[in-house]
Every structure is written in structure tokens, then in C-alpha cells.
């Protein structure tokens, strides 16, 4: 994943590589805490999407009823107690998030010779393949729901699929549900075993998008609406899942006159406070602000499947509103492994800071 060769964990767990020292040898107790930090991030975050669609999609009771059921932390006593049901729904709830804490802390204990290097390697990893999930969801949705759209628009469905089907897939919901999450769980397969991607083809099909609205509307005087909206669909994957992937590379323009002097221990102090106190907070607002509620900015459009006002346009306007979760999640745990890294650094885990050219296969 870098430019040096990784550490090689003998049987007994002692790197065979004694040049690349791991810090944890010495003892230093910031090593397991800052393994724990990076992962429980990482498993707190996706333990609060499960949470968040058992609230809301499955209508569970949530932890604020249990808050109230408690009378603590000043939420207002509920008009109904929980009873045995919903209470066993709420604490299987709350083990969602104990449970992955725990198995952090056993996967550190049990690996104390592991270095921060290659922990923060396995979260980049993982977040580039969150990447390539996101950017084949949108290719594929856009692909077929333009065209869905187009044979809507043209009164070709019936023809093609049949009366009743055409009506079907004129509902959001319906289109949602039968077409764009099997292709979703499509995407995920093909980004496990297709790695090499880039973002440069998203752009290239943003500038044939528009341009075949150029050539459709001035040659042809041909428009639509779902032609736009699969211009926006995709500019909105662009910056939002673009922005990972960039920190992921150490792509993005730091526009601070201070940095660049800075020391090597000067700028890893800066990145991993940084990652700490500016990065992962605000990921956490976006989630939290955007997933507090039924009505809320991301829960709202995914639960109603919305579409634009715009007649016989696409149905992924909803999608514009997941985009966002993409985006805080990814970033989120990038910033787990940027902070890891910087540890390391700080540390003298290795000899050099290791490039990020390579982190992840795109």
C-alpha cells in the first residue's frame, strides 16, 4: 500500500523487519488507545446506521425511549412505559454499539505487536471500497433509470414491459425497491473485484451527459427532464464522493501559509488534532443533524424514495440525499486512518512517514 514493505508479523507476533520499529514494543500505552479511537470510529458509526434504519424504516423504539423509559439524561418521561417487547428491542439496540466496543478493545489486546501503519491501511482500504461501491451506484442507477425515464417520457414502457409493470415502475417506490437496490448490491460485488477506478471517468460521463443535452436540444430540439436530472445526479457523486477519495490520496490544497514550514512531527501534530477535533465532529454533525428524525435532511427523501417536482423526470432525487451519508461516513473513517498514521509519525513508528500515493487500488 506504500513505498516501504510491510512489517511481517512472525508466529509470535515480533515484526521480522527490526529497521521499522513498532512502537507498541516499548510499551507506550497511546498505541492501544489510539487502535481503539481509530476503530471504534469506525464500528460506532456503522453501529449508528443500523440503529438509524431499525428506528425508522423498522419503527424500533431507539435509544432516546430508553433514555426517557430510564428518566435520565433529561428526556421527558414517556406516556407509556416500555414494556418487555420494546424493551428487549431497546437493549438489543444498545449492544449494537457495546458489542463492536468490546471486540475492539479484544482485537487490540490480542494484537499488540500490529503496527498503526497497517491499521490505518486497512481503514483505507476499507473506505476505498465504501468509494468504488458509491461510484458503481451511481453509474449503474443512472444508467437505468435514465433509461427507464426516457422510455416513460416517449410512451414505450407499456410496450416493453407490459401494462401493469410500466405502471409499477412510474412509482418511486416501486423503482426504488426492485431496481435501484439490487443494483446497489450489484455495485458492492463489482467493487470487490474491480479495483481499478477513478474519478476522471465520472467527470468524462458528467461531460457526455451534457453534451448530448447540447446536441439533443440545438440539433435535434429535443428535451427533457430526466436528461438534466442525470447531469445533477452525477455532479452530486462527483464533489460529495470525490472528497474521500481525495483525502484518502492527500489530494486536498491546504490553504495555510503555516503547514508547509512546519517539521514532520509538526505537521503530524497538526493533521492528527486535526482528524480529531475538526474532521470526525463534523462527519458527526452532518450524521446526526441529517438522521435525527423521520423529516430530517438524508432520513426524510430515503424514506418517501422523492423525486423531483419535474414532470416524468428520474427517480433518484432521493439518492442526492444519501449522498451525504457517503460522504460523512467515508470521510469519518478516513480520518480514523489519518489520525492512526499521524500517530504513528509522532511516534517514530518507522523511519520516514509513509507515502500515500498507493493507499488503496482505484
Not at 433529561?74 to 412505559?81: A, D, H, I
Not at 471500497?129 to 435514465?146: E, K, Q
Not at 460521463?205 to 436528461?227: K, T
Not at 440525499?321 to 478516513?334: G, H, N, S
Amino acid at each position: 500500500m506504500n513505498s516501504h514493505a510491510p512489517v511481517q508479523i512472525e508466529g509470535d507476533g515480533t515484526p521480522s523487519n527490526s529497521r521499522e520499529v513498532n512502537a507498541a514494543i516499548t510499551g507506550n500505552p497511546i498505541v492501544p488507545l489510539a487502535r481503539i479511537f481509530a476503530f471504534a470510529t469506525m464500528t460506532l458509526v456503522l453501529a449508528f446506521l443500523l440503529n438509524n434504519y431499525l428506528n425508522f424504516w423498522r419503527d424500533w423504539p431507539g435509544l432516546p425511549a430508553l433514555m426517557s423509559h430510564l428518566g435520565v439524561g433529561g428526556f421527558e418521561p414517556l406516556s407509556k412505559p416500555l414494556n418487555g417487547g420494546t424493551l428487549g428491542l431497546v437493549w438489543t439496540q444498545v449492544g449494537f454499539y457495546l458489542v463492536p466496543i468490546f471486540a475492539v478493545i479484544a482485537l487490540v489486546i490480542k494484537t499488540p505487536n500490529r503496527t498503526m501503519h497497517d491499521d490505518s491501511e486497512m481503514l483505507s482500504d476499507f473506505t476505498a471500497y465504501l468509494i468504488r461501491a458509491a461510484f458503481w451506484s451511481v453509474l449503474l442507477v443512472g444508467a437505468i433509470d435514465m433509461i427507464l425515464s426516457f422510455l416513460r417520457v416517449e410512451g414505450i414502457d407499456v410496450s416493453v414491459f407490459g401494462d401493469q409493470l410500466a405502471k409499477d415502475l412510474g412509482r418511486s417506490k416501486y423503482r426504488g425497491e426492485v431496481v435501484h437496490y439490487p443494483l446497489i448490491a450489484l455495485s458492492f460485488v463489482i467493487a470487490y473485484f474491480v479495483r481499478s477506478l477513478g474519478f476522471t471517468w465520472l467527470a468524462l460521463l458528467i461531460v457526455v451527459a451534457e453534451i448530448q443535452i447540447v446536441i439533443a436540444r440545438f440539433v435535434f430540439s429535443y428535451e427533457q427532464a430526466f436528461m438534466a436530472d442525470l447531469v445533477r445526479f452525477w455532479y452530486g457523486a462527483l464533489f460529495l464522493f470525490a472528497s474521500p477519495y481525495t483525502l484518502l490520496h492527500e489530494g486536498h490544497v491546504r490553504v495555510d501559509i503555516l503547514y508547509a514550514g512546519f517539521s514532520e512531527q509538526g505537521k503530524a501534530w497538526t493533521n492528527a488534532l486535526g482528524s480529531t477535533l475538526l474532521g470526525i465532529p463534523l462527519c458527526w454533525i452532518v450524521l446526526s443533524q441529517g438522521m435525527n428524525g423521520k423529516f430530517s435532511v438524508i432520513n426524510g427523501p430515503l424514506l418517501t424514495f422523492e423525486v423531483t417536482q419535474a414532470g416524468y423526470g428520474m427517480f433518484v432525487k432521493y439518492w442526492l440525499a444519501a449522498f451525504l451519508l457517503v460522504f460523512a461516513v467515508t470521510m469519518m473513517i478516513q480520518f480514523a486512518s489519518y489520525f492512526l498514521s499521524n500517530v504513528a509519525v509522532l511516534l517514530r513508528e518507522r523511519d520516514h512517514h509513509p507515502d500515500t500515493e498507493e493507499h488503496a487500488q482505484f
